[in-house]
């Protein structure tokens, strides 16, 4: 099975610049050694089972939550099985489209 999650980690009550925030989410998915893509809106982290990325995505909200009082979480996930690696193959076909 392969799990997708795209998630955006907001604080809320700090300022206009989150950026310094949101590291803290991201640093916590690098460190999980899981699969994983940060874009301009979301981090993308990929797993066998819906517990382990579930477990990642709740300790980038903590982290961000221990320097502020409120979080936003914004969150989608693909739940597929007899599949792995989409985080690659999901772009990789857009792009043979595209080419």
């Known amino acids: 099975m392969s799990v997708l999650v795209a998630f955006s980690v ?10 310094e ?10 460190a999980s050694g899981l ?4 874009d301009a809106m979301f981090t993308t982290v990929e797993g066998a089972n819906w517990e382990e990325v579930m477990d990642v995505v709740r ?21 597929r099985r007899g599949r792995d690696g989409g985080l690659d193959t999901k772009v990789a076909t857009v792009e043979n489209y595209l080419a």
Do not use: F, H, M, Q
Request: with cysteine; charged share 25%.
């Open 10 to 19: 907001t604080p809320i009550g700090t300022g206009e610049d989150v950026g």
């Open 21 to 30: 925030l949101v590291s803290e989410a991201v640093r916590v998915v690098r």
């Open 35 to 38: 699969p994983n893509r940060t």
């Open 59 to 79: 300790d980038a909200v903590a982290a961000v939550e221990a320097r502020c009082g409120r979080v936003s979480l914004v969150l989608k996930a693909d739940i």
